[in-house]
C-alpha cells in the first residue's frame, strides 16, 4: 500500500480521535472518588459577596434574589450585589423592590454607561466590594441561574483548604417547560459539566469556572489584579487559566448545583455558542505557551488536559479531513475505503455507547428527562450508520425488508450511491444540522427545524458553530459582547 | 479572619459520606457502561 495511501486511512482514523479522547475523559470519570477533596474541606462560612451583572433582567432577576435570599447560609455573612448595567427595562425598579425587602443584604450598583460586556460589569462590582475589608470571598453568577439551597455551602467548604483558589458548580439546564433544544442541552451539560469537570478534577486542571457559577476567595481576586480581563469573549476562562496559572487550585464541586435557562432557539444557542467558541479560540491562542508543556507549578500543561481541549476545539476540523479521506480513498481503493470506513464507525459506535450510557448513569435524574436526546445527539442518520457497523447483518436483512415493503425493491440497486453518501456523511451533518438553524424562522420552520436537528444531530450543531467561529476568528470579526435573552423558565424542582 | 464555622460537624460528615459513596457509584456505572460495550464487541465478534 502506497504511503499516500496510508496517509488517507490515517486521517479517517483521526475522525475517530475526539470520542476516543472523550471516552478516556469518561473513564476517569471513574476514578473521581480517588481524587476527592473533601479531606481538606471543612464547614465554613467566609463573608460572601454575591456578584450579579444585570443588563434588562427584569423577567429573572426577582426571582434570583429571592433564591440567594433562602441559600442554607447565614444571612449575615451574605450580600448580594446586582450590578445594573444601563438597563432600559424594569431591571433598576426591581432591583431596589429586592434592595428594600432584603435591608443591609442586596445593593444595587449601577452603572450609566453600559453594554460594554460581562467583564467590564463585573468589573465594577469588585472594584466597590474590594473598597473595603468585609469580603472574604466573592461568588459570580449570571442574573437568570438559580442554587439549590445547599450549593453555596458546599463550594464554601472547598475554601478551608487554603491552597484552593476557586471553586465551580454543577450548571444544569433548568426550563420547564423546556422543548427538544433544552433537552440536548440538558444532556450536553451532563457530559460537559457533571463528566468532564470531574474528569478534570483527576488531572488537576479546570478548563472553565462557569460563568454562573464562580466563587473565588478574596486572596484570589487581589492576586488576579483585582480585575477581570475584559479583551476577551471567554473571560470567565481567562480568569480560571490565570488562577491556575499562579499555583493555585480550582475545584469542581458536583453536587453543589445550579439550574440556567438556556436557549430554548436554534438562533439564541448559535449566537452563545458562537461567543464561546470564539472565546475558546481567543483562549487557546491566548495561552499558545501552555499546551502540551508538562509545568511542575499547575496541571493545564499536561498531554491529558491538552487532548481534552484541542479534540473539542479542533473537531470540526477531523469530522471534514475524515470525510474527504474516505471520500478520496473510495475513487482509488474501494476495499480500503471500506475497510478504514468500517474500523473508524466501530471506534465512533463503542465510544458513542460508552459515553451514552455513562452520562445517563451519572445523572439519572436529569437523564430521565433527555434519554430521547442523548441517543440522538450524533443525529438519527449516525446512529443508523453505527447500527450499520456494529450489526451489519441484521440491519441489511430490516432495509431490505423495508424496500420490499415499500415496493422500493429497485433501490437495493444504488449501494455505491449509499456507501457514498455515508462517507461524505461524516462533513455534511454539519449542513444538514445548520439548514436546521436557517429554517428554524422559514415557513413551518417549527416542523422542520427540530426534524432537521435530530436527523443531523446537536453534537453536529455544535460543531457547525465552531466552524463558523473559525471563520469569524480568521476575519477578525467584531467580537463585542452579544448577551444571551433570558425569560424566567427556571424551575427549581426540575 | 477565619470564615465563620456553625454548621455541626457531624451534619458535614454525613454530607461527605454521602458525597463519597456517590464517587465511589460511579466507578461501579463505569464498569457497567464497560460491560454493555463489551457485550456489543461480543456480538460484533460473533457474527452479528
Given at each position: 500500500?502506497?504511503?499516500?495511501?496510508?496517509?488517507?486511512?490515517?486521517?479517517?482514523?483521526?475522525?475517530?480521535?475526539?470520542?476516543?479522547?472523550?471516552?478516556?475523559?469518561?473513564?476517569?470519570?471513574?476514578?473521581?472518588?480517588?481524587?476527592?477533596?473533601?479531606?481538606?474541606?471543612?464547614?465554613?462560612?467566609?463573608?460572601?459577596?454575591?456578584?450579579?451583572?444585570?443588563?434588562?433582567?427584569?423577567?429573572?432577576?426577582?426571582?434570583?434574589?429571592?433564591?440567594?435570599?433562602?441559600?442554607?447560609?447565614?444571612?449575615?455573612?451574605?450580600?448580594?450585589?446586582?450590578?445594573?448595567?444601563?438597563?432600559?427595562?424594569?431591571?433598576?425598579?426591581?432591583?431596589?423592590?429586592?434592595?428594600?425587602?432584603?435591608?443591609?443584604?442586596?445593593?444595587?450598583?449601577?452603572?450609566?454607561?453600559?453594554?460594554?460586556?460581562?467583564?467590564?460589569?463585573?468589573?465594577?462590582?469588585?472594584?466597590?466590594?474590594?473598597?473595603?475589608?468585609?469580603?472574604?470571598?466573592?461568588?459570580?453568577?449570571?442574573?437568570?441561574?438559580?442554587?439549590?439551597?445547599?450549593?453555596?455551602?458546599?463550594?464554601?467548604?472547598?475554601?478551608?483548604?487554603?491552597?484552593?483558589?476557586?471553586?465551580?458548580?454543577?450548571?444544569?439546564?433548568?426550563?420547564?417547560?423546556?422543548?427538544?433544544?433544552?433537552?440536548?442541552?440538558?444532556?450536553?451539560?451532563?457530559?460537559?459539566?457533571?463528566?468532564?469537570?470531574?474528569?478534570?478534577?483527576?488531572?488537576?486542571?479546570?478548563?472553565?469556572?462557569?460563568?454562573?457559577?464562580?466563587?473565588?476567595?478574596?486572596?484570589?481576586?487581589?492576586?488576579?489584579?483585582?480585575?477581570?480581563?475584559?479583551?476577551?469573549?471567554?473571560?470567565?476562562?481567562?480568569?480560571?487559566?490565570?488562577?491556575?496559572?499562579?499555583?493555585?487550585?480550582?475545584?469542581?464541586?458536583?453536587?453543589?448545583?445550579?439550574?440556567?435557562?438556556?436557549?430554548?432557539?436554534?438562533?439564541?444557542?448559535?449566537?452563545?455558542?458562537?461567543?464561546?467558541?470564539?472565546?475558546?479560540?481567543?483562549?487557546?491562542?491566548?495561552?499558545?505557551?501552555?499546551?502540551?508543556?508538562?509545568?511542575?507549578?499547575?496541571?493545564?500543561?499536561?498531554?491529558?488536559?491538552?487532548?481534552?481541549?484541542?479534540?473539542?476545539?479542533?473537531?470540526?476540523?477531523?469530522m471534514i479531513?475524515a470525510s474527504a479521506?474516505l471520500v478520496?480513498?473510495y475513487?482509488?481503493?474501494?476495499?480500503?475505503?471500506?475497510?478504514?470506513f468500517?474500523?473508524?464507525?466501530?471506534?465512533?459506535?463503542?465510544?458513542?455507547?460508552?459515553?451514552?450510557?455513562?452520562?445517563?448513569?451519572?445523572?439519572?435524574?436529569?437523564?430521565?428527562?433527555?434519554?430521547?436526546?442523548?441517543?440522538?445527539?450524533?443525529?438519527?442518520i449516525?446512529?443508523?450508520?453505527?447500527?450499520?457497523?456494529?450489526?451489519?447483518?441484521?440491519?441489511?436483512?430490516?432495509?431490505?425488508?423495508?424496500?420490499?415493503?415499500?415496493?422500493?425493491?429497485?433501490?437495493?440497486?444504488?449501494?455505491?450511491e449509499v456507501e457514498l453518501f455515508t462517507y461524505i456523511w461524516l462533513a455534511a451533518s454539519m449542513g444538514v444540522?445548520?439548514?436546521?438553524?436557517?429554517?428554524?424562522?422559514?415557513?413551518?420552520?417549527?416542523?422542520?427545524?427540530?426534524?432537521?436537528?435530530?436527523?443531523?444531530?446537536?453534537?453536529?450543531?455544535?460543531?457547525?458553530?465552531?466552524?463558523?467561529?473559525?471563520?469569524?476568528?480568521?476575519?477578525?470579526?467584531?467580537?463585542?459582547?452579544?448577551?444571551?435573552?433570558?425569560?424566567?423558565?427556571?424551575?427549581?424542582?426540575? | 479572619?477565619?470564615?465563620?464555622?456553625?454548621?455541626?460537624?457531624?451534619?458535614?460528615?454525613?454530607?461527605?459520606?454521602?458525597?463519597?459513596?456517590?464517587?465511589?457509584?460511579?466507578?461501579?456505572?463505569?464498569?457497567?457502561?464497560?460491560?454493555?460495550?463489551?457485550?456489543?464487541?461480543?456480538?460484533?465478534?460473533?457474527?452479528?
Amino acid at each position: 500500500m502506497s504511503d499516500f495511501k496510508w496517509v488517507l486511512v490515517a486521517l479517517v482514523m483521526a475522525g475517530a480521535g475526539p470520542l476516543v479522547v472523550a471516552s478516556y475523559q469518561f473513564l476517569l470519570v471513574g476514578w473521581h472518588f480517588r481524587r476527592l477533596h473533601y479531606s481538606k474541606c471543612a464547614p465554613i462560612f467566609p463573608r460572601t459577596a454575591i456578584l450579579i451583572p444585570a443588563w434588562n433582567e427584569a423577567a429573572v432577576i426577582g426571582a434570583s434574589v429571592d433564591r440567594l435570599m433562602r441559600l442554607e447560609y447565614p444571612r449575615d455573612c451574605l450580600r448580594v450585589f446586582v450590578i445594573d448595567d444601563a438597563s432600559t427595562d424594569e431591571t433598576p425598579l426591581v432591583i431596589q423592590a429586592k434592595a428594600a425587602q432584603y435591608p443591609g443584604a442586596v445593593f444595587q450598583l449601577r452603572r450609566d454607561v453600559g453594554g460594554q460586556g460581562k467583564a467590564q460589569t463585573l468589573n465594577h462590582g469588585l472594584e466597590r466590594i474590594l473598597a473595603d475589608g468585609w469580603m472574604q470571598a466573592v461568588l459570580i453568577m449570571d442574573a437568570d441561574v438559580i442554587y439549590e439551597p445547599d450549593s453555596l455551602r458546599l463550594m464554601t467548604r472547598h475554601l478551608a483548604d487554603p491552597q484552593v483558589a476557586a471553586v465551580t458548580a454543577y450548571i444544569k439546564e433548568g426550563s420547564r417547560p423546556g422543548n427538544y433544544l433544552t433537552r440536548f442541552i440538558g444532556y450536553e451539560y451532563i457530559t460537559a459539566q457533571a463528566a468532564a469537570r470531574r474528569s478534570q478534577n483527576v488531572i488537576g486542571a479546570i478548563a472553565c469556572l462557569a460563568g454562573g457559577a464562580q466563587l473565588h476567595s478574596r486572596a484570589n481576586i487581589e492576586a488576579l489584579g483585582g480585575r477581570i480581563e475584559t479583551g476577551s469573549l471567554a473571560e470567565d476562562t481567562v480568569t480560571t487559566f490565570k488562577t491556575q496559572l499562579r499555583g493555585a487550585r480550582v475545584v469542581f464541586e458536583p453536587h453543589a448545583v445550579v439550574l440556567a435557562e438556556e436557549p430554548g432557539e436554534i438562533r439564541a444557542l448559535w449566537k452563545q455558542r458562537l461567543r464561546w467558541a470564539r472565546g475558546n479560540l481567543q483562549v487557546t491562542r491566548q495561552f499558545w505557551r501552555v499546551w502540551f508543556r508538562p509545568h511542575s507549578g499547575h496541571r493545564l500543561g499536561s498531554v491529558s488536559f491538552g487532548l481534552f481541549w484541542f479534540s473539542l476545539l479542533l473537531q470540526p476540523i477531523f469530522m471534514i479531513t475524515a470525510s474527504a479521506s474516505l471520500v478520496t480513498l473510495y475513487f482509488i481503493d474501494q476495499s480500503l475505503a471500506w475497510h478504514a470506513f468500517h474500523a473508524l464507525w466501530i471506534t465512533n459506535v463503542l465510544a458513542y455507547v460508552f459515553i451514552t450510557a455513562y452520562s445517563l448513569m451519572i445523572d439519572p435524574r436529569t437523564g430521565r428527562h433527555v434519554w430521547r436526546e442523548a441517543i440522538l445527539f450524533p443525529g438519527l442518520i449516525s446512529v443508523v450508520i453505527m447500527l450499520a457497523a456494529i450489526a451489519p447483518a441484521p440491519l441489511r436483512f430490516l432495509a431490505y425488508h423495508a424496500l420490499d415493503y415499500l415496493g422500493a425493491s429497485a433501490l437495493r440497486g444504488y449501494g455505491a450511491e449509499v456507501e457514498l453518501f455515508t462517507y461524505i456523511w461524516l462533513a455534511a451533518s454539519m449542513g444538514v444540522a445548520y439548514l436546521g438553524k436557517l429554517a428554524e424562522n422559514r415557513f413551518l420552520g417549527r416542523f422542520t427545524s427540530p426534524l432537521l436537528i435530530y436527523i443531523g444531530g446537536y453534537g453536529p450543531l455544535l460543531c457547525a458553530v465552531t466552524c463558523a467561529a473559525y471563520v469569524k476568528e480568521l476575519r477578525r470579526a467584531d467580537a463585542s459582547w452579544d448577551k444571551t435573552e433570558k425569560t424566567g423558565k427556571v424551575a427549581i424542582s426540575a | 479572619m477565619m470564615p465563620r464555622e456553625s454548621r455541626p460537624p457531624s451534619s458535614f460528615d454525613d454530607e461527605v459520606r454521602s458525597a463519597v459513596s456517590y464517587e465511589k457509584g460511579l466507578a461501579v456505572k463505569a464498569l457497567i457502561a464497560l460491560a454493555i460495550v463489551a457485550v456489543l464487541i461480543a456480538g460484533r465478534l460473533l457474527g452479528f
